[in-house]
């Protein structure tokens, strides 16, 4: 699967072969590329595709751990007819395999573009930016996940982009040049190089919303919080991550006692020795030995992720202060949406991952499976406190029955570890976001032939969306093709229809509120000025009974707020 990433000069195409489709081509501030004209699979609108782009130095040899060098011009015509090389991925991380070549020389950008005559181009297209979730350990721009069709079809310009992931995009060592944050810097370099070109492919640079899912929903929202990237940014959609979600953080903030520890080094090691031990370690080493994430309880925590950087110690820091602490001091004037889906957590009691759908009784039974979401709190699982507020918790949830291995109480378990893990925080955001901005949320309920996760994993038994099941209704997936080839076979079906015209009716939305800062139906409620949900049947009225959750957790949060020492 790894391989050493063909160098993109192979790419180049002799400039003599091409004059004669030279409409296709582009220039850029970089150098040329030449797309490839494609057709929307639902709307059957043609576009072209530019594959590929390279966007910063290969982030190889001494660059390895390093913030990203914007790439040097290229002289010929870039054939930008294929994907580049997708980051590397940790053996442990494989949620969403992919069918891709894997190579540390993998900064990459797609852009596609409806406009057809780009030689006149009228730079009025608004623009999608999306960053992949994974964890930031999986995931890359292609369209294995990730196809533009029906955001072509509400005529957006679109763009991918592949960032580097796990110890090589997020590797902290605390040491000057070494601090972290790399794949953030890749996403806020690859923003910018959007920013200065986009105009030559018909998009508006003043009209870019970056979006992003999970980990990419994460990463949006500190580059919300970034003054360098903000200056690129016109909009914002967080889907089912945030700043402040519990897997967004590396809370011990630098990784030298982690790689001393996985990799069995001397524990006198400095971080120089593990820096230079991670800096010719085979790349098959690290990725066979390295764990991408740990579970305790029921909350997911990343090994890699964002990290507060030494402001002494940075080049190009990306992130210095807490994002609580930004939101304190600055006004964060983007117009942004957040969401969730309604079952996020179903991805949790997959029983591919886990031992069986039940493994969590026994433990939820003494409360030792329940953990509390809250980003520097310092009470041991075993004081008085916590066990007080996991009572609570066990009691909300579950009431006083006994507890038995149902479906109904597997349905009531994924609804709190959908909470704990992603709701909660995507609550705080709001709170925070709303102050500065006009802020949007809504809830994906859509449960319909392209939920890929439950249908894959046979658990279409279980309510609701799962976390990331939202994706195929906004990007086509190359991977589960056979889903949307089924739903098309049989268009009459009634959940077929639906499905279809689910394709339709939420990438309008998320392209009216990319085009316009505002979409239809909304409703106002409470302090959240505009929410809707996303359901089968279109875009509905918000419903209350999250806000009375919302209140139980605030409730929770201050039962233990004395122990909170610097969150995140
Ligand atoms: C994986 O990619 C290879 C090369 O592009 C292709 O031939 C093959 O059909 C793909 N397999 C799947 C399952 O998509
Ligand atoms: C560009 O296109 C938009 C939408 O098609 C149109 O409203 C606008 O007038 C055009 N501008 C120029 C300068 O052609
Ligand atoms: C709680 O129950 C689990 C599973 O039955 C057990 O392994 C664990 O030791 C118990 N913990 C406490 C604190 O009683
Ligand atoms: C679906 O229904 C329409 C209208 O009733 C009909 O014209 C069409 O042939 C049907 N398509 C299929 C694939 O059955
Ligand atoms: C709504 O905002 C007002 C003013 O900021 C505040 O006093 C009130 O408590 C808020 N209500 C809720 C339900 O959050
Ligand atoms: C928005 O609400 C109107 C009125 O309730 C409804 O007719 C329409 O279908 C809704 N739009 C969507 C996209 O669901």
Redesign the pocket.
Known sequence: MLSVGNSIFFQLVNIVALITCDNLIVKTTTGQVKGIVLTTFLGNREYIAYKGIPYAEPPIGRLRFKAPLPIASWPKVFSAAKYGSSCIVLADSNLFPLNSTQSENCLYLNIFTPVMELKKYNSSKAVMFFIHGGGFAEGDGTDGFYGPDFLIDQDMVVVTINYRLGPWGFSNFDIKGYTGNMGFKDQQLALEWVAKNIKYFGGNPNLITVIGQSAGGASTHLHMLSERSRKCIRRAICMSGVAFSVFADYRPNNHIEFYKKVFELDAESTGNDVLNFMLTAPIETIVRKMPAFNIHNYIVNMNFAAVIEDETKAEQPFLTQRPRDIYKTTKVKINAMFGFTSSEAIMMVNPILVDGYYYWI??M??Y?MIGLPFSGLTLSQNSFEYRQAAKKIYNYYFGTRKLKPTLENLNIYVQLCSDVNYVYSINEALKYHSKGAKTFCYENQLDLNLNAYKIRHHMRTLHGTSHSEDLFYLFSSKEYAQLYTKVLASPNRTKNRKTLKALHFLPKMFADFAKTGKARNFTTFGNWTNCIRITNDGLKPFLRQRTDTMKFWDDIYNSVKPWIVEPF
């Open positions: 026994e433990p039974k003494n030792s």
